[in-house]
């Protein structure tokens, strides 16, 4: 059984910074992916960053609005999830989830919420001065 549990959401200004964590248990080889999404008050869930964990050495996938900004890594025990985000906008304003796949994304690391069947409960990020 795969658990995820998120911390480190907050309110930070324009410009600021904000490490997000998902402590994770449960994984197995049969796990492929894990990563971020996040969704605002009205719209659809969308994948912020994601990590092959079957190939780590694999590129990480990003959302092309959060590219250059946020950083998706793993540590060496493998058990915690990290996102790095830097120079925050208003518009990154959202609930964040980290979410695992057990589904196999060949050629790429699954990206799109339906291929993600665990999810933590989330953790609130607001950007606002």
């Known amino acids: 059984q795969v658990q995820l549990v998120e911390s480190g959401g907050d309110l930070v200004q324009p410009g600021g910074s904000l490490r997000l964590s998902c402590v994770a248990s449960g994984f197995t080889t049969e796990h492929y992916a894990i990563g971020w999404f996040r969704q605002a008050p009205g719209k659809e869930r969308t994948v912020v960053a994601a990590?092959?964990?079957?190939?780590?050495?694999?590129?990480?996938h990003y959302a092309d609005s959060v590219k250059g900004r946020f950083t998706i890594s793993r540590d060496s025990e493998e058990s915690t999830l990290t996102l790095q985000m830097n120079s925050l906008k208003p518009e990154d304003t959202a609930m964040y989830y980290c979410a695992a796949s057990s589904y196999h994304c060949p050629g790429r690391v699954c990206s799109d919420s339906l291929e993600y069947d665990y999810w933590g409960q989330g953790t609130q990020v607001t950007v606002s001065s």
């Open positions: 990590i092959d964990t079957i190939n780590p050495s694999a590129d990480p």
